[in-house]
């Protein structure tokens, strides 16, 4: 009898492992969507939403520290405003890593097109079924329709969350580039009424996308 | 016979690495973000960036993740073929904005912000961000 671990089978033997978890992984996708429902895609949108939500309350924090920081910084010395000039460019980097989330043909805008038309061609079906009896079709007539107001609601609502990191992100960008032009002409004081002003926009910028944030509801089965 | 083995499965181990690469891990490269506004907003107009046909704007608007370089906005001419409107600057982590007047035949791109056309072999306008 051959021993597992000589000869030829000690080669192949781990080979077959890894070729099983190979298999494994290109499978696993099709696997998954074969479980999918009707209800899956509003449910994935819903989700995608929540976490936006929490990815949204980190920046909000990072939001509220940068102002801080670069409202803490003195008019002396050159160092100060690299630091804020850092400052802002984590801030814009951390704007954008939000803006790729919501942008159109972004994760949640081609979840929410798939939940909103997944509703829309289940109320088609719907009106066209005559398995069920006229009050059990208006109730799931009625329930579809308020999900896909649901729907429609959060990615009109996303939309405006959409322009309001660009209108942060390209506020962010206007004003390091004005900074920077500044410091190439050395005018100090203006630089730091500058950023004491960005501060201050940030802040209101800041105080709107959290209410509008907050105010996103997300569609519930 | 040892290191035969351990060859071969680190090259399997390769192999399954390079098709979970393929089979939708995305390749993260620098990014930045092109606004497009349509005036008047509700309009029709088939445009594409960088040859890939946009979905229809939502209320005239539409921010697009782009990798870093220049891209090409166009829209459809006569029998389809693309007329491109400007070229569009993306820079990491910055967006460029960009209005696209329908009103004119063709239409036509008002940047935000623009290099002057110094360069007498650029016809077409260079929105930057």
Redesign the interface.
Same mark, same amino acid.
Do not use: E, K, N, Y
């Given at each position: 009898m051959k021993s597992f671990r000589s000869g030829k089978t000690?080669?192949r033997r781990?080979?077959v492992i890894?070729?099983g978890?190979?298999l494994f992984?290109?499978l696993a996708?099709p696997v998954r969507s074969a479980e999918t429902d009707a209800i899956t895609p509003v449910e994935d949108f819903s989700r995608e939403l929540d976490k936006l939500k929490k990815s949204f309350d980190d920046l909000g924090k990072k939001i509220d520290g940068s102002a801080k920081m670069i409202d803490g910084l003195s008019a002396e010395g050159a160092s100060d405003v690299d630091k804020a000039k850092k400052e802002i460019e984590d801030l /814009?980097?951390a704007? $954008?890593s939000l803006?790729?989330v919501v942008?159109?043909?972004?994760t949640l805008d081609k979840l929410g097109d798939t939940a909103l038309s997944r509703a829309r061609d289940k109320l088609k079906e719907l009106e066209r079924d005559n398995r069920f009896k006229q009050e059990e079709k208006d109730f799931l007539i009625e329930q579809w329709r308020r999900l896909r107001d649901d729907t429609d609601r959060a990615t009109q609502e996303l939309?405006s969350a959409? $322009?309001r990191?660009?209108e942060l992100? /390209?506020m962010l960008?206007a004003n390091e580039d004005f900074i920077d032009e500044l410091v190439q002409i050395r005018q100090a004081q203006k630089v730091i009424d500058v950023i004491h002003q960005l501060t201050r926009e940030i802040r209101g910028t800041s105080d709107q996308l959290q209410r509008l944030i907050n105010g996103i509801k997300s569609p519930r089965a | 016979m040892g290191s035969r083995r351990g060859s071969s499965v680190a090259q399997l181990l390769m192999a399954v690495v390079g098709a979970v690469s393929l089979a939708g891990c995305p390749f993260i490269e620098d990014a930045g973000y092109v606004e497009i506004k349509l005036a008047p907003a509700e309009t029709a107009t088939a445009l594409y960036l960088n040859s890939r046909r946009l979905k229809r704007l939502n209320k005239g608007t539409a921010v697009l993740r782009e990798n870093v370089g220049t891209a090409e906005l166009a829209t459809e001419g006569n029998q389809g073929r693309l007329i491109v409107l400007c070229d569009i600057e993306v820079r990491k982590d910055r967006i460029t904005a960009v209005t696209i007047s329908v009103l004119d035949r063709p239409p036509r791109c008002q940047c935000q912000n623009s290099i002057s056309n110094t360069d007498a072999a650029r016809v077409r306008p260079y929105c930057v961000g």
């Open positions: 000690a080669i781990p080979s890894v070729g978890m190979l992984l290109l996708a /814009r980097a704007v $954008s803006l790729a942008a159109d043909g972004g939309g959409r $322009s990191f660009a992100l /390209r960008q | -």
